[in-house]
């Protein structure tokens, strides 16, 4: 789609550079913001943190296999530095800069592309 903007937001920086930079060279090649005081997260995606949805460990198990399996095929990695508790999501925003959309994430679940899009189109005939 033409007449899109896009960059990404990061909750914090200097407790995994070497791993955000690798992110920013292999994937996420467009600009990179450090969310001071939190506020795109805070404001748009509720303060939210990971929790538990199951305790049902046969269902853990198994969801932790599939978002390992996404993840390898993303050729992503992951790894246990930094606050890795609190969600974010997609945000888009029309052409006055004010926020229409947020999508919020969900842990272990791939972002739903179809709405993700259609929001974008939206947004591109309202200009």
């Known amino acids: 789609m033409k007449g899109f903007d896009l960059f990404g937001v990061v909750k914090e920086v200097g407790v995994d550079d070497e791993g955000l930079s690798a992110f920013y060279n292999?994937?996420?090649?467009?600009?990179?913001y450090k969310d001071d005081g939190l506020v795109f997260y805070n404001d748009f995606f509720g303060k939210r943190k990971i929790k538990l949805t199951t305790y049902n460990p046969f269902r853990l198990y198994r969801g932790y296999k599939d978002m390992t399996n996404r993840l390898k095929e993303k050729e992503l990695e992951g790894n246990m530095v930094g606050e890795g508790l609190v969600q974010g999501g997609v945000i888009i925003f029309d052409k006055n800069g004010k926020a229409v959309y947020?999508?919020?994430e969900e842990i272990g679940s791939e972002l739903n592309m179809d709405d993700i899009v259609a929001a974008l189109k939206a947004v591109q005939t309202d200009v």
Request: aromatic share 30%; hydrophobic share 30%.
């Open 102 to 104: 947020a999508y919020e």
């Open 26 to 32: 292999d994937h996420f090649t467009y600009p990179l």
